[in-house]
DNA sequence: ATGAAAGCGCTAACAC
DNA sequence: GTGTTAGCGCTTTCAT
């Protein structure tokens, strides 16, 4: 069954479709009887124009930046769509979010169907997938859609990207609880196909090659990204006959951050006096906790707004994009999840 | 400037149009000279087809789903999303999403520029518009758009609404704090213009009159409706020289408990020792938290499924879309945020 | 292998 | 007041 169209309607109330094109605008110059003809005749018909064909074809339309997301849940992200909601309205852009929910097929539909949307252009947390399968990425460029990427891809892809620099923070806070004295860390990896969560370990690494010390494998727990992948690492790293427990975890992220202290809390360890916690982000919410979290700050509604400046700069620009890669700044807050062992304490 | 369009290409090519439409979607039997010549001038020109004169005005397109919440922020939102997304997925429906951010306008506008770009379907998540200006609905209806509210608004709207019953619920959080003993009991209000506020509040005003107890004034106190609302007012309301402090608080939502929360600690005051915690909505976090939080539990993702079903359902049918308003059961959590007061332990 | 021309659903002159 | 018609940017037969 074909959609109803104007025409359709005309027939129905038997004028013609610049009539039913004037009911539609609200514009002067139509009897009222005629107008409540058309009117009806679009009721009964449940008649409904496609937009495309009115605006867009005709005029040049208000423009609209898409945001793909890894996890609608994280905070991280809202903050982040924040910025970048700020920074396109000063310019007269919308934002749409979408979320990939860390699947990659997830992603890739979720391009191809705001690019048939005619979305302006794209700001994209992408996943790391291990087929390297970027399709849908290069199908942007080859269609000439710009977009700018939140996170770092293993193909030497020529874009723009805006990022923190992962290693030297995760460096940073590791340094951080090795220099408060603690000796057995654990460090709370992220998703697996995540070039965020890889280069998070690698400053964790880099921390302690630095010092010619060592982290042992099993201090190293592949949790995820959510609360609920912090809480079961936590529950399972301090679960009971373990021994060597680390006095202090390092997470990929502040959520893992809070799963692990409700974990450590229902196991009956108190922090930082047993166990020292260091987030990663620096969520909202981090310095309202009961604990307030030691994290790494991260600029995301900046990170957000110079996305999409630097977005809406390519859309206005008729030169090919520069693919500018961008490191903004971001270093430990600390605060009171995170002190020096007891054994460093008494010992 | 005007947008360089194909015929552009075509011309600058020294082809016809069919000729770019061609090379454009990968058509066999184009000369491999003329294709390479074309390609130059689109990349020459950094020519961007308009994705609505292809697909759109010509085939019928996938469809998508959008959704508007009132909080980016808010894990609530991120739940209804999720279950939207799952059932919209099953049915071939795409679900973008916006967030009006407590702004009327913003909701406006993102109701509007969804609209111009041919969403088949909205959810909303309404503001209480004071003025009762929600002609960005009534254009909705106007044009035979279908949307779904997942929060009451004043003007007897005649459209689907999924959402709980929160006057009941709410009244069943404050009766389980009066049940434990609480005679001081203070409500943490949500945004001005939120019914759901109103109807929290509302259930907090039931309980204390059906057992024909007083409400006074001050135990509410107009927080909002996130973490660094819910730590203000905390730290408010337990400030220093402050008495006759409550024993029990129950929250608009658990964002503004998870704020009062890390208030009280701050304050040196423990949970649920000194004061009980009730919370709503019972975000995935709630559980984990070190103390967890007893809340109103809302089916957040059964909403989403439901709110995307019903929708597609108006979508899929010709008939005139009978508004059903939905109600799914929420109740009670308890878990250990909450205990009786001390006076009634000691006394 | 390439081009001319008819339409996709609608708006906007311009006639009548 | 209302209808005719020429586009909007593109795809798609159908010729050539």
């Known amino acids: 069954m074909k959609r109803t169209t104007i025409s359709d309607v005309a027939e129905r109330a038997g004028v013609s479709i610049a009539t039913v094109s004037g009911v539609l605008n609200g ?13 009806a005749a679009i009721d009964a018909m449940g008649y409904r124009p496609v937009e ?71 700001i994209i947390n992408p996943l790391l997938d291990d087929g390297a399968d970027l399709s849908h990425l290069f199908a942007l460029t080859h269609r000439n859609v710009p977009f700018v990427l939140l996170e770092g891809l293993r193909g030497i892809l020529q874009t723009t990207l805006v990022d923190v620099d992962n290693v030297g923070a995760a460096r940073e806070a590791t340094r951080h609880v090795i220099d408060l004295g603690h000796e057995r860390i654990a460090h709370l990896a992220g998703p697996e196909y995540s070039m965020h969560a890889a280069e998070r370990l690698e400053g964790v690494r880099r921390a302690f090659s ?25 529950l399972d790293l301090f679960g009971p006959g373990r021994s060597g427990l680390p006095t202090a975890v390092t997470c990929y992220n502040d959520l893992v951050a809070i799963g692990l202290m409700g974990a450590l809390s229902h196991r009956g360890l108190r922090v930082p006096e047993d166990v020292s916690v260091v987030g990663y982000d620096d969520i909202r919410m981090a310095a309202y906790l009961p604990v307030p979290l030691t994290t790494v700050h991260v600029p995301k509604r900046d990170m ?31 605060r009171a999840s995170t002190a020096p062992p007891r054994a460093a304490l008494t010992g």
Chains 1, 2 share one sequence.
């Open 304 to 334: 957000g707004r110079l996305a999409a400046e630097l977005l809406i700069e390519q859309l206005d620009s008729a030169h090919p994009p520069r693919a500018e890669r961008v490191r903004l700044p971001a270093s430990l807050v600390v």
């Open 27 to 39: 514009k002067t110059g139509v009897r009222e009887s005629t107008r409540a003809r058309v009117q």
């Open 210 to 234: 630095e010092l010619r010390r060592d982290l042992p494998d099993r201090m190293v727990v592949h949790a995820g990204a959510s609360v609920e992948d912090g809480y079961r690492a936590g």
């Open 52 to 122: 495309a064909a009115r605006r867009r074809l005709q005029r040049p339309g208000e423009r609209t930046l898409a945001l793909i997301v890894k996890e609608i849940h994280n905070p991280y992200f809202a903050d982040i769509v924040i910025g970048a909601q700020e920074a396109a309205r000063e310019r007269g852009f919308h934002v749409v979010v979408m979320s990939s929910e860390q699947d990659v097929d997830l992603e890739r539909d979720a391009v191809r169907s705001l690019a048939a949307r005619d979305v302006d252009g794209f």
